[in-house]
Each structure stands twice: as C-alpha cells, then as structure tokens.
C-alpha cells in the first residue's frame, strides 16, 4: 500500500533553516510528481511546492519562492523540502502528498510533520 512519512521537523528560530524529508514506498515513486502543504492551527491545508516526476519542473507558492526549494532523490524514493529563512508565519504541519497522474489532485498523505519557527 502507498505510504508516505514525514520527517525533519521541529523548533526553529526566525530566519533558521530546516529540511523536511518525505519518503514513500508502495509505488514506483519515479512515476509520481510530488507535493509539499502546510495546515496552520485553524487554517485550511496550503498548497507550498510540488515536483514533477522526474524532477524537472516544480512549482512554489508565492509565499515560499526564494526561500523554499524541493527536490527528490528517486534512487531513494525520497523528496525533500529545503527551507531557508523561515518564518514565524511558517509555522504549520507540514506534509508531503502524492499527485495524481490523471489531475491536479492528491489522493495519498503522510502523516505530516510539525514544524515551529520562534520569533
């Protein structure tokens, strides 16, 4: 079965960096372009980045570009989430989910990953 787990968050100072793993298995990951959300308490899940399957192309959100960059590892089934700069306003649950390959929607999650950045 699909499944996707998140790793690599935790307590941040303003403008600290972290990065986010996510790694999968029960599919042929190199087939799938791949997405990073973030859910804030209160707040509806957010699109950040996604990839696409080979790695080619990826996409940000506005409020990420130039200080967020995802990228994958497909000998490693793993995509990441490099985040720079981060802060007090990125704090959210972060998770990876896997895009589907007949429309723009994303049927499988992981568990997410809790990430804090202090001010």
């Known amino acids: 079965q699909v499944q996707l787990v998140e790793s690599g968050g935790g307590l941040v100072q303003a403008g600290g960096s972290l990065r986010l793993s996510c790694a999968a298995s029960?599919?042929?990951?190199?087939?799938?372009?791949m997405g990073w959300f973030r859910q804030a308490p209160g707040k509806e899940r957010d699109f950040v980045a996604r990839?696409?399957?080979?790695?080619?192309?990826?996409v940000y959100a506005d409020s990420v570009k130039g200080r967020f960059t995802i990228s994958r590892d497909n000998a490693k089934n793993t995509v990441y989430l490099q985040m720079n700069s981060l802060k007090p306003e990125d704090t959210a649950v972060y998770y990876c989910?896997?895009?589907?390959?007949?429309?723009?929607?994303?049927?499988?999650w992981g568990q997410g990953t809790q990430v804090t950045v202090s001010s």
């Open positions: 029960g599919f042929f990951f190199s087939n799938y372009g």
């Open positions: 990839i696409s399957s080979r790695g080619r192309f990826t």
């Open positions: 989910g896997r895009r589907d390959r007949n429309n723009d929607g994303y049927s499988y």
